[in-house]
């Protein structure tokens, strides 16, 4: 038997197939795993000076500001965090640390330096208030991918616009949110939250972007509650990645001693 | 003049522009590394119930703390202090609180001298293996949480190794707690078996020779993934005067030495923890002396767990378990004997709303084997990022005068205050 017509056939068909595939949108999954790296993970640490702005229904503010400090332990995986308050006076000086991780919940801890007391938070809920502010935990410490299951709904010169719907829907406040995801550099630009009733009712957005030490970074953002008006806008300033933070500082140990990195 | 201070200080706070204190800081900050922060606070408390020798006001002070931190590169130096305008004990006085320096003489060693608080263990508003200076006082009469925990005067190394850390803390003069002593809450006399008030309050002999009224306190801990597990010694007095001298029936603070250890992990979603010591009375070891109080076991198990969102729960189980109970029985010279077993229940109700500047919290006590309870309901609004408003209470309910909370059941009160902090 001559086997050549069906080499011929092959060779073409690798041949015409495989360009279609270099310019053919990525998997979802992945835009989402890039999507979550560029927003969360840019260098293997980093730290940034946050100035939180909360405007309520009623049009009072609030402000909040903070150090953060940040450190990976591999891209996509656990992290860790340390937060120090340095306004308003009455959260002074307090420490909020997390370890993030991927296969069970995160340990989070509180130090309250006028009782020089390390509280110990429950981290079931993700999805309540950061500070009091429209942020929530998990938009500052970011969701697990593998929490929704993802649908590229649309594709345009910009964006790649995706919509996650959660794999347990009772432990979360939404049915689906979409998100804008940049096509250039894979940051997520905004994201629309629908509640269970299918209502808009809670925004984030990206306002801007600059490029630091190479890492595309959001320096300013907004959650807006859509229903009762309210709004939080976070700036960032001071921000440097890749600082050499040792595992040590997100123990116990610098809760009672915040290192220079946080104090500064 | 006293009379006026509060008001003054009010005064005083509002006339101080905001951007006039935010300069200040800075200018402290760059020109000489120095952290400032402060607050003017004005409290106001009130007894429901009238029935006793003791003032109307269970409180009512204005108070300025200051809190400064130096960081010297190679030490950090703080020095926090509270100047307190007093209408109850008409007095004004200076309260320092933190006065200490700490630093790193090696990589993994870290010292802090000094006037400082120190706090551990796990327990929320109970503590077994925390044996550092508290002041029950304040608790009770409606002040800020924060002044539950009093200083010590101490030094404390800690110590961290790859495989576990150790905190080490040695009181050189001892450190007790403040007590009830009738001042401004009345008490139970055993003795006398009446209640005693602030026209017969208890005196104490003080522990103060240096080195041999020392105490000292270790830690020993490790982090197993989310588990942190701790064993604890201390070796020093009863922090509250738990003996009588027989000859002047003054108290006394018998010596003490304390066995724990305690776990906490996250668990079904909340926080678990379990805590335990073994207090050891060295100087009634038999538990035939009835003039000091007996060895006891002491157990803590608790859980926190959020209810909803912005909706905390919280409850613990303790337990006090007088040891050689025969002997106490047998020697047992006073009114009202204690029970072999104390158990206590508390719940931690926290209720955030208005973005979280509403604040409604209720901690209550609960014993079952004492019939009394202790209620800390208490309400805090943030006005603003530097006013805030509170209100609360103290509310003590019992069936016998002679238990842990039954005998304060008079000094019943409610607070309110102002605090305007920068």
Sequence with gaps: MNNRPVLLLLVFITLFITPVTVHSTPEVKEIINKANNAAYYAGDDGKAQVTMTITDSQGRQRTREFNILRRDSADGGEQQFYVYFKRPSDVRNMVFMVHKHIDRDDDRWLYLPALSLVKRIAASDNRTSFVGSHFYYEDVSGRPPLADTHELIEENDTYYVIKNTPRAPDSVEFSSYTVWVNKSNFMPMRAEYSNKTGQKYRLVEALEVKTIQGFPTVVKSRVADLLDGGETISEFSNITYNIGLDEDIFTERYLHRPPREARQ | MKYLLAPFLVMLSCLMPQSASATLRDTLYDNYQTDFSSFIEVRNGWRTDRNQDEKNASIAEARLQLDLSTDLTWAILKLKSDFVGDLVEEETRAELRDFSISFSPLDFVDIRAGRQIITWGTGDLLFINDLFAKDWESFFIGRDTEYLKAPSDALKTSIFWEAVNLDLVYVPVFNGSKFIDGTRISYWNNLSGTIGDRTNTLRDEERNRFGNDSEFAARLSKNIDSIELAFYLYSGFWKTPEGINPTTFDLIYPRLTVYGLSVRAPVLGGIGNIETGYYDS??????????????????????????????????????????????????????????????????RLTRLLMNQNLTFSLFTYYSPSDHDAYLRPKASYNISDHWKVEAGGNIFIGRDDQTFFGQFEDNTNIYASLRWSY
Excluded: M
């Design chain 2, 282 to 347: 060295r100087q009634d070891s038999a538990g035939n002396n009835p003039f000091i109080r007996n060895s006891e076991v002491r157990l803590l198990a608790g859980f926190e767990h959020e209810l909803a969102t912005d909706f905390t729960g919280a409850f613990q189980y303790y337990l006090e378990w007088k040891q050689d109970y025969d002997q106490y029985e047998q020697n047992f010279t006073g009114v009202k004997a204690a029970d072999e077993y104390r158990h206590l229940f508390t719940v």
